[in-house]
């Protein structure tokens, strides 16, 4: 999430760290402006295409319902 614009990014990647690094280091087109991201979530998948499929879940209903999804089912 990025408190500065106020929006969730949403992505697959095989190093979250890595991943989270780059963003911060404004090395990401979508998300420089956004600069601090921090994660607030994330599901480690057994491969690349459940972690896309999750992906495409996340973002046809939208990152901040899905947390809150989450949330309460917890």
Request: aromatic share 10%.
């Amino acid at each position: 999430m990025s408190n500065s614009a106020q929006r969730y990014y949403t992505g697959s990647c095989d190093n979250v760290d890595r991943r989270l690094q780059r963003h911060n280091e404004s090395r990401v087109s979508s998300t420089k402006y956004g600069v601090p991201w921090e994660l607030v979530w994330y599901k480690k998948c057994d491969n690349r295409s459940e972690a896309r499929k999750l992906e495409l879940i996340i973002k046809k209903r939208g990152a901040k319902r899905f947390l809150s999804d989450q949330n309460s089912s917890q």
